[in-house]
């Protein structure tokens, strides 16, 4: 098995910074890509951004240019540093990771979520 645990959320005003962390576990082989989605109240989970294993990165166009994602593959972690922020990128964020793991086994992860909340 597999596990996803992120830190980092909380509160900040406008303008502010927060940087998420998110830390793989287990018997792990193998991390393709890793990403953070969002998901703010009464709406869907959407994807923030993303990065390969070798380092390629895809932005959702609300986050270009404030958001980066990077990743240490030897720790199995990945991290968004959020900088600039606004109140409508409040929501809960979570982690996902693609992993093989264990006999060869594919795993979708999710991490269990850490709030971020954007006051104005």
């Known amino acids: 098995q597999v596990q996803l645990v992120e830190s980092g959320g909380g509160s900040v005003q406008a303008g502010g910074s927060l940087r998420l962390s998110c830390a793989a576990s287990g018997s792990i082989i193998a991390i393709n890509a890793m990403s953070w989605y969002r998901q703010a109240p009464g709406k869907q989970r959407d994807v923030v951004a993303t990065?390969?294993?070798?380092?390629?990165?895809n932005y959702a166009d609300s986050v270009k240019g404030r958001f980066t994602i990077s990743r240490d593959n030897a720790k199995n972690t990945v991290h968004l540093q959020m900088n600039s922020l606004k109140p409508e990128d409040t929501g809960v964020y979570y982690c996902?990771?693609?992993?093989?793991w264990g006999r060869g086994y594919a795993s979708d992860s999710w991490g269990q979520g850490t709030q971020v909340t954007v006051s104005s």
């Open positions: 996902n990771a693609d992993i093989i």
């Open positions: 990065i390969s294993p070798g380092g390629s990165t």
